[in-house]
């Protein structure tokens, strides 16, 4: 079965800067979109970035500008470098990816940003 397993998460200063990492292994097929959302405490999961296979992306406003979604077709890895990180980007930040149609969720990553 396909998995998907995030890492890079941890605790980092208001400021600084994090690279989340997510490798898709065991699908027989080319995966699609990639992507990651990030839920805080107490709010709804939302869309953070995505990427496509060909590399268009598409970045929410929150994040636009700080944020850079990138991947790796050959290693079936997605990226998300995250600048200036604030407070308010504290969240379980998870990876999916879609293959066929069906969407794959890993089991999430922290990202706490804290002084």
């Known amino acids: 079965q396909v998995q998907l397993v995030e890492s890079g998460g941890g605790l980092v200063q208001p400021g600084g800067s994090l690279r989340l990492s997510c490798a898709a292994s065991g699908s027989p097929f080319s995966i699609n979109d990639m992507g990651w959302y990030r839920q805080a405490p107490g709010k709804e999961r939302e869309l953070a970035a995505t990427?496509?296979?060909?590399?268009?992306?598409n970045y929410a406003d929150s994040v636009k500008g700080r944020f850079a979604i990138s991947r790796d077709n050959a290693k079936n890895t997605v990226y998300l470098r995250m600048n200036s990180l604030k407070p308010e980007d504290t969240a379980v930040y998870y990876c999916i990816a879609t293959i066929w149609g069906n969407d794959y969720w890993g089991q999430g990553t922290q990202v706490t940003v804290s002084s």
């Open positions: 990427i496509t296979r060909i590399g268009r992306t």
